[in-house]
């Protein structure tokens, strides 16, 4: 933030502490780290070790800078942007459903950075597979392998051949290391 006359010209006699805030904030983030820093020749620069950052990637964040002595001003709108996928959850989890039957609604598995935000910028394959088999033998049909678009994997095809009770699907992304989440389910 720079302190500026009616002219536009930095006011190099400014020296008050500045503080930073979410001024828009549309995913409901946290702004953390050094929030308040004085200001040395007209400007206070929030950078190093105490920079500011935002906990929940979203877009048209905007900070707010005040100073207490000077109009409060907004910056520009800008983007947090999700860091690289961590972890899978089933975001619809299978449901119980009858044997050589397509479950219904469509299985999703969703991909999430170590913070917890939705990992849209992931765009690789999830695998699925049955990991625990009550009856022995099940086999797992349709499409197992889907290219995850914005985050998102749907299986839509998935079937089971066998009738039986807590059926345990993983899904897996392959990084280092793999990356697996389970549900449980029945075929009645």
């Known amino acids: 933030?720079?302190?500026?006359?009616?002219?536009?010209?930095?006011?190099?006699?400014?020296?008050?502490?500045v503080?930073?805030?979410?001024?828009?904030?549309?995913?409901?983030?946290?702004?953390?780290?050094?929030?308040?820093?004085?200001?040395?020749?007209?400007?206070a620069t929030f950078t190093g070790?105490?920079?500011?950052?935002?906990d929940s990637a979203d877009v048209g964040y905007k900070l707010r800078a005040s100073s207490g002595v000077l109009t409060d001003t907004l910056s520009?709108?800008?983007d947090v942007v999700p860091a690289t996928a961590t972890q899978l959850a089933f975001t619809?989890?299978?449901?119980?459903?009858?044997?050589n039957t397509a479950i219904a609604p469509a299985v999703e598995v969703t991909a999430y950075d170590a913070q917890g935000n939705k990992a849209t910028n992931f765009n690789g394959d999830v695998t699925v597979a049955i990991d625990a088999d009550p009856v022995g033998g099940s086999q797992l049909g349709g499409?197992?392998?889907?290219?995850?678009?914005?985050?998102?994997?749907?299986?839509?095809?998935?079937?089971?051949?066998?009738?039986?009770?807590?059926?345990?699907l993983n899904a897996a992304f392959f990084g280092s290391p793999p990356?697996?989440?389970?549900?449980?389910?029945?075929?009645?």
Not at 179 to 188: E, H, K, N, R, W
């Open 1 to 17: 933030m720079t302190a500026r006359d009616a002219l536009g010209s930095t006011v190099t006699s400014f020296t008050d502490n």
């Open 19 to 43: 503080t930073s805030a979410i001024g828009t904030n549309p995913h409901g983030g946290t702004l953390t780290a050094t929030k308040s820093v004085a200001a040395t020749a007209g400007m």
């Open 49 to 54: 070790p105490d920079s500011l950052s935002n």
């Open 76 to 78: 520009t709108a800008f």
């Open 92 to 99: 619809v989890q299978p449901v119980n459903t009858t044997a």
């Open 143 to 168: 499409t197992k392998t889907v290219t995850a678009i914005n985050g998102v994997a749907t299986f839509s095809t998935l079937t089971i051949d066998q009738v039986g009770s807590r059926f345990k």
């Open 179 to 188: 990356v697996v989440a389970s549900a449980l389910f029945d075929t009645p």
